[in-house]
């Protein structure tokens, strides 16, 4: 049986496999699109989207270190089930990506 820790470790492998497809993917239509056009790639691409990408992969990696920190600060046990959430990757992850798409 997993641990809850290897499955959101899967679970986040998963979501960065997924992220990484889709930014390929988006990528890929702005350049076709760019061509049959003509226009610069520059003048097409949503940077709201590629931030929001960057965003939730620095979210789920540098996240969960400073959230660590956030918790001790406000008195949180990390190993609590606020703790947990708050630095829970998935949530890291989804916080980073919808301030990275904000900002």
């Known amino acids: 049986m997993n641990s ?3 499955i959101q ?3 986040y492998q998963s979501m960065i496999k997924e992220h990484t497809n889709t930014l390929k993917d988006y990528i890929i239509e702005v350049s076709q699109k760019a061509q049959a056009e003509g226009k610069p790639v520059a003048e097409l691409i949503d940077e ?3 931030s929001s ?3 939730g992969v ?3 990696t540098a996240g969960k270190s400073i959230m660590e920190a956030v918790c001790k600060a406000l008195g949180i046990d990390s ?3 606020l703790g947990t959430l708050l630095t829970s990757r998935m949530v890291l992850t989804a916080v980073g990506a919808y ?3 904000k900002w």
């Open 9 to 11: 470790d899967a679970q």
């Open 4 to 6: 809850i820790q290897e």
């Open 99 to 101: 301030l990275g798409y």
């Open 53 to 55: 990408i960057v965003g």
């Open 58 to 60: 620095i979210g789920g």
């Open 79 to 81: 190993r609590s089930t």
């Open 48 to 50: 709201g989207l590629l």
